[in-house]
């Protein structure tokens, strides 16, 4: 493979990891914090979409293997999936459009209801899911039929340079979205997604164009429960996908605190957001080529493992986040980054390795399967994770109210209002409406913003149990040369 291909086949991943990860950091905090969907509510409707995403991803990846059309296996589901998932991503994050976001004055609902709410979530979040796991599924199972072995971590790299940069691109939306949910910029949100959703769509017409399928390789008409039996008695991948699944939980429960973590607990100004996620970006970048080269000198079980480690020992550290310590915040986030920087490298890589066992040891060529069939699993413990959240969110206690400059400000202007004449309160009426003074009523702190870390360590203990049994490095170069 070219190296122009390789690049152009990892660029595909851009815009639609920016959405994912945007969904992922913020579909569960906008709908809690901002649109104040009830979490339990709110974590059903996500562990709903993650099963959705499980059907899709499998069934696609296993349609893809047999599908045959003018453009090959592969393409046509881009063709669709890319708008698709434009569109459903666009529509998520636009509730208030329609004056389906909920409306609470100091715990009295003023606007809104729960389940209008909850349907809307339901139904663009499964949308949105879908069409992910029908888009990314094929253009998944691409890798190990566009590459050789030797490749694939080059090519991966290429895909998590992307991802990475999708990664920053999604930190700081994702930091500024709750600073735009106010005032003005609640006008400026559609926009937002509107221009992520462009970026998606144009980011997959390259690789579209570009990268033709060898057509020589195609697999005719396979039978699935032929197809499900082999990958079910591959002990090794199973195990994978139950290791895969245990960490992944914790992965998700992260995902959805880390936003609420960082401006509720940790009480971020703009700057200091901004700061935090240029740490991000930066030591995922630098450790993303670190786990790379450590795995080509020692193995990628031993690097993954390693990370892994890190980042179960880190996690629980969040319940230091009461203490009032901005460096904390800093170092934490870089900590988690280093460690976490993995997770975006190895996966894909492991996927394509025993798919290309499998192929060496039958003959068949089974990608769309085990990459399609990796997300039933995978997605089922998310969808756990989610149900997770949300009652960690609803359960466990609050913390009280944690005010930062705005609500301080919020209070004070209240706390006056009554004292001014009408020609006053009129003027800060207008000018509260106009974006010109930001008010932001209190919403007491759920104290799941610093326990979700040592919660979190119970499934990654679950987790590295499973996986030291896992075999993720494989000798093919040698076992295809012998093989030729």
């Known amino acids: 493979m070219k190296k122009r291909d390789k690049i152009i086949y990892g660029s595909g991943r851009l815009g639609s990891s920016i959405l994912l990860q945007l969904v992922g950091f913020l579909s569960f905090y906008l709908y809690f914090e901002i649109f104040l969907l009830n979490p339990f509510l709110n974590g059903v409707a996500n562990a709903i979409a993650k099963l959705v995403i499980a059907y899709s991803g499998f069934h696609m990846g296993y349609i893809s293997d047999k599908i045959k059309s003018r453009w090959g296996r592969r393409k046509p589901f881009i063709l669709v999936g890319a708008p698709c998932l434009a569109f459903t991503f666009i529509m998520l994050f636009i509730p208030h459009i329609f004056n389906l976001n909920i409306v609470k004055v100091f715990g009295m609902t003023v606007s809104g209801d729960d389940l209008s709410l909850f349907i809307y979530l339901l139904i663009f979040s499964s949308s949105f899911n879908f069409f992910y796991g029908f888009l990314l599924t094929p253009y998944q199972a691409w890798m190990p039929e566009l590459t050789e072995e030797h490749e694939r971590i080059e090519v991966s790299a290429y895909m998590n340079f992307f991802n990475v940069a999708a990664a920053g691109a999604a930190t700081i939306i994702t930091f500024m979205f709750p600073i735009a949910f106010t005032g003005k910029g ?21 690789p579209f164009i570009t990268l033709e399928e060898d057509m020589e390789r195609f697999v005719s008409q396979p039978n699935l429960k032929t197809e499900l039996k082999v990958v079910w008695e591959n002990k090794n991948y199973m195990l994978w996908m139950v290791a895969q699944g245990f960490f992944s939980i914790a992965f998700t429960i992260i995902i959805n605190s880390v936003l609420g973590f960082v401006q509720r607990i940790l009480m971020y100004s703009t700057f200091e957001l901004i700061i935090a996620s240029v740490i991000l970006l930066i030591v995922i970048i630098i450790m993303w080529k670190t786990w790379s080269i450590m795995s080509n000198k020692r193995s990628k079980h031993w690097s993954l493992s390693i990370s892994l480690i890190m980042f179960t020992i880190i996690i629980p550290l969040s ?12 170092i934490y986030i870089a900590l988690l980054a280093s460690s976490i920087s993995s997770w975006y490298l190895f996966p894909y890589v492991i996927i394509a390795d025993m798919a290309e066992d499998d192929e060496l040891r039958t003959g068949e060529k089974r990608a769309g399967m085990y990459t399609g069939f990796n997300s039933i699993p995978l997605n089922i413990f998310q ?11 609803s359960v466990l206690p609050s913390l009280g109210y944690i005010l930062n400059d705005t609500n301080k400000q919020t209070i004070i202007i209240l706390s006056i209002f009554r004292e001014l004449d009408s020609e006053g309160q009129i003027f800060l009426i207008l000018s509260y409406f106009t974006g010109k003074l930001s008010l932001e009523l209190p919403n007491p702190v759920t104290s799941g913003y610093i326990f979700f870390g040592p919660i979190c360590v119970i499934f990654m ?3 590295h149990l499973v996986f030291k049994r896992v075999k993720i490095d494989f000798n093919l170069e040698e076992r295809r040369k012998s093989k030729s």
């Open 186 to 206: 609640m006008a400026l949100i559609p926009y937002v997604v509107i221009v992520c959703g462009i970026i998606e769509i144009v980011g997959y017409i390259l």
């Open 319 to 330: 319940i230091f986040g009461l203490i009032p310590n901005e460096l904390f915040g800093y």
């Open 383 to 393: 969808a756990f994770a989610m149900l997770v959240t949300g009652i960690i969110f």
């Open 461 to 463: 203990i679950l987790g």
